[in-house]
């Protein structure tokens, strides 16, 4: 792991216009192999500092591990993934997604990369999902153990998506 902690958070929050588009490649790895313009001006990385990083490059402290976990559960299954995610940028500010990650497959139908597609979220939403990251943080930081954290974190979102009587995926594109 090289989760970007030389970069402090600030509580300064970077808004996405409605038509922006924020776009990432990664190999299988997760190091990121192209990103676009709007990526490069949200995060206000260079592309030249973040080609052929790891993709936590843009993690933020605020987000629980159980969501990665999700994710990486997600692709590796070859499904595609949708998510409400806070992000990084190099001067510590940060800004919120809409995010969908799919797996790129060769004609055999191997895995040869990802590719993400995010865009401006939902307001209420990021309020809704910010508060449930937040409890689920502070569970991962009861446990010393990650896999342990992640289980009792994964738990919380469970719980609450079972909550809403709807799949995970419908209840986010119901915002939409
Ligand atoms: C195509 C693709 C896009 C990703 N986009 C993000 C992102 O925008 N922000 C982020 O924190 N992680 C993103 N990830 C997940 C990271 O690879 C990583 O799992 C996550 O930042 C957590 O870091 P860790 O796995 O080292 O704990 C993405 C992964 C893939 C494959």
Not at 109 to 135: D, H, P
Request: one cysteine or more.
């Amino acid at each position: 792991m090289s989760k970007n902690t030389q970069i402090a958070p600030t509580l300064k929050e970077n808004l996405l216009e409605p038509d922006d588009l924020i776009v990432s490649k990664t190999d299988v790895k997760g190091h990121i192999t192209y990103a676009n313009a709007c990526f490069l001006s949200l995060s206000l990385f260079k592309e030249k500092d973040i080609l052929n990083k790891p993709h936590n490059i843009i993690r933020h402290p605020d987000m629980p591990m159980a969501v990665y976990q999700m994710l990486w559960d997600t692709l590796h299954k070859g499904d595609e993934f949708f998510g409400i995610v806070k992000n990084l940028s190099a001067d510590g500010s940060f800004y919120w997604v809409f995010a969908n990650i799919t797996p790129s497959f060769d004609e055999s139908g191997k895995t040869i990369g990802y590719f993400s597609v995010r865009r401006q979220a939902n307001r209420e939403l990021v309020t809704i999902m910010g508060n449930l990251y937040k409890k689920m943080v502070q569970e991962e930081k009861r446990h010393s153990d990650d896999k342990r954290a992640i289980k009792a974190s994964t738990q919380i979102f469970n719980n609450f998506i079972d909550e809403q009587g709807v799949s995970y995926n419908e209840y986010l594109i119901s915002f939409a």
